[in-house]
């Protein structure tokens, strides 16, 4: 079944002479998970936002969005709030409550659904994310990545029939983002959700996208299964250069068989293309030399107030000067509190 079918879109913002959309068609059928993806200034946000009508940016726009056959412009907005779900990728741009649960369940009240109804939803909805933690905590106290999860899960409790999300998990950590595009294949497969998703980490969501769109300079130059996008675009392309390992080898080799995307795939592509054993070669070790101190911990411990709980707890580590030094950790664990206090923030 047909959600989606935009003909002939242009759209330009006031004041410039550039389209940032041009000449653009597609259709999106129920049930399909869709990447939308390109470089920076390409008109991904922008597409994204006109087929939601309250985001709808103010300009010039020409040609149809047709929401189940009929104009996008002539949607409700209960109907589009209702069926159309909307994720950002700030996501303190869409919090308006001062607590989780409120968050999940104010969508719902706002409909008018009766309050027992928004009782099991909100409790479904905060089981399946996993945030009955933090569910009772005040949303300023969330980290940046939680509160994306629980933006996701604000929208998710509405049911919609469509979820557009905006490059998503840019505010999360590795572990996070897998975990949170992974739902929203859960979502997808188990429950029909279509999904189009604005997302540079394409290594994680092209091997689980049914169709790929690629724009640049407000085009849409390639609309078909990933494994399909080497016969479209070719040459040094920023976008292939984002796609996963597998998919860039296999480019970079001259395939001519399926694109492999996944790393068993690439695995199985070197194995029966490249017969030849390669054998790595160790490298001789540097000296290190002796380097400054550029920043040091000892022992710190963080607490946002007297009544809470360590955010940060007898940390310590050493930088030398000229090092890249990374924190990794899960959401919540302390990551953005540490380079605040390192900056003196």
């Not at 933006?151 to 999360?172: F, G, H, R, W, Y």
């Not at 085009?219 to 250069?241: A, H, M, Y």
């Not at 580590?317 to 030094?325: A, C, L, P, Y």
Request: with cysteine; hydrophobic share 35%.
């Amino acid at each position: 079944m047909e959600i989606f079918r935009v003909e002939d879109l242009n759209f330009t913002y006031p004041d410039c002479n550039k389209k940032a959309v041009s000449d653009v068609d597609f259709k999106i059928n129920k049930g399909e998970f869709i990447v939308l993806c390109g470089s920076t200034g390409s008109g991904k946000s922008t597409l994204h936002r006109l087929l939601k009508p309250e985001l709808s940016p103010n300009g010039k726009v020409s040609g149809n969005i047709l929401f189940h056959d009929s104009p996008l412009s002539e949607c409700s907005g209960r109907q589009s709030a209702s069926s159309i779900g909307f994720v950002m990728q700030n996501p303190e741009q869409q919090i308006v409550t001062d607590k989780v649960w409120h968050e999940l369940a104010f969508g719902l009240e706002n409909l008018g659904v009766p309050v027992a109804e928004i009782s099991r939803k909100v409790a479904e909805t905060a089981s399946f994310f996993g945030i009955g933690k933090w569910y009772g905590q005040n949303t300023a106290d969330l980290s940046g990545g939680q509160k994306q999860l629980r933006n996701l899960a604000s929208v998710l409790v509405m049911s919609p029939e469509i979820i557009i999300l905006d490059e998503p998990t840019a505010q999360l950590d590795p572990i996070a983002a897998s975990e949170f595009i992974n739902a929203l294949k859960r979502l997808n497969e188990e429950l029909s959700l279509t999904v189009i998703i604005a997302e540079h980490r394409l290594e994680d969501v092209v091997p689980l996208c049914d169709r790929i769109m690629v724009m640049d300079g407000g085009k849409l130059i390639f609309n078909g299964e990933p494994r399909k996008i080497f016969t479209e675009i070719q040459g040094d392309s920023p976008v292939l250069r984002g796609l996963p390992a597998a998919a860039r080898l296999y480019g970079m080799t001259g395939g001519k068989d399926d694109c492999p995307l996944t790393v068993r795939e690439g695995r199985k592509y070197i194995e029966n293309t490249f017969k030849t054993d390669i054998t790595a070669l160790s490298g001789t070790s540097e000296s290190k030399d002796k380097k400054e101190t550029a920043l040091e911990f000892k022992n710190v411990r963080f607490r946002y107030s007297r009544d809470d709980e360590d955010i940060l707890s007898d940390l310590s580590f050493k930088v030398n000067t000229g090092e890249i030094f990374c924190i990794l950790g899960g959401n919540g664990c302390g990551k953005t509190t540490s380079l605040r206090l390192a900056a003196d923030l």
